[in-house]
């Protein structure tokens, strides 16, 4: 069993940044790639990205490349998400999963999830 907990959200301009942390409990962090979602009033659930379990892989979403990053500290059980040039269309809850992975993160399906963190971004 796994629980995260996200922090870091809030409210911040256009074009400004957050980064958002998700720790994790338990003593098996370094076996789960993790990943970013995000759900948007009234759409789905979206992957914004994952990192492998040693962090030397990461995948994301077409439209944040270039502007987030995903990295892990497996000594502090956390993974973050730091979101550069944020757009309104940023706009959403923020949850961080966990996946179980030989390595890398595989898809958009994940074992464990946060409960989610408010961003919302001004114009």
């Known amino acids: 069993q796994v629980q995260l907990v996200e922090s870091g959200g809030g409210l911040v301009q256009a074009g400004g940044s957050l980064r958002l942390s998700c720790a994790a409990s338990?003593?098996?962090?370094?076996?789960?790639?993790m990943g970013w979602f995000r759900q948007a009033p009234g759409k789905e659930r979206e992957f914004v990205g994952g990192?492998?379990?040693?962090?030397?892989?990461?995948v994301y979403k077409d439209s944040v490349k270039g502007r987030f990053t995903i990295s892990r500290d497996n000594a502090k059980n956390t993974v973050y998400l730091q979101m550069n040039s944020l757009k309104p269309e940023d706009t959403a809850v923020y949850y961080c999963?966990?996946?179980?992975?030989?390595?890398?993160?595989?898809?958009?399906?994940?074992?464990?999830w946060g409960q989610g963190t408010q961003v919302t971004v001004s114009s």
């Open positions: 999963a966990a996946q179980r992975s030989l390595s890398t993160w595989i898809g958009s399906e994940a074992d464990y």
């Open positions: 990192i492998s379990r040693n962090g030397g892989s990461t």
């Open positions: 338990g003593r098996t962090f370094s076996s789960y790639a």
